[in-house]
């Protein structure tokens, strides 16, 4: 390969790169790309990256497992108590219906 086509090549290759997104799968695969994708990377800092309240703060939050399980159990037995509320509202309906049948077919035969 003359230097004038590797120039060629290399010419192609930046101006390619300059207006195409590069996969992350090609960098991985060639050497090339992936010196290429280093290059185009600007320099982080960690100062940038971390906030200064999550530097200060060197104890770890950790979410609580208990809130979930305590919302589920008042669900429950809020639904619970719907239910028995319900259930013993039918129950007085339908024994003052039946009672005032009784009574009513009572009255009518007496």
């Given at each position: 390969m003359s230097i004038r086509e590797d120039t060629q090549?290399?010419?192609?290759?930046?101006?390619?790169?300059?207006?195409?997104?590069?996969s992350p799968e090609l960098a991985l695969v060639s050497p090339e790309l992936r010196a290429l994708a280093i290059s185009?990377?600007?320099?982080l800092h960690y100062d940038t990256?971390?906030?200064?309240?999550?530097?200060?703060?060197?104890?770890?939050m950790q979410p609580s497992r208990l809130a979930p399980a305590a919302r589920l159990c008042?669900?429950?037995?809020?639904?619970?108590?719907?239910?028995a509320f319900i259930g013993a509202l039918f129950g007085v309906a339908a024994f003052v219906?039946?009672?005032a049948i009784l009574l009513g077919v009572a009255a009518i035969t007496y």
């Open positions: 090549k290399s010419s192609i290759d930046v101006s390619v790169a300059t207006f195409e997104p590069m185009a990377m600007a320099e990256l971390v906030s200064s309240t999550e530097r200060s703060n060197a104890q770890p008042a669900a429950l037995i809020l639904y619970a108590c719907w239910q219906a039946f009672s």
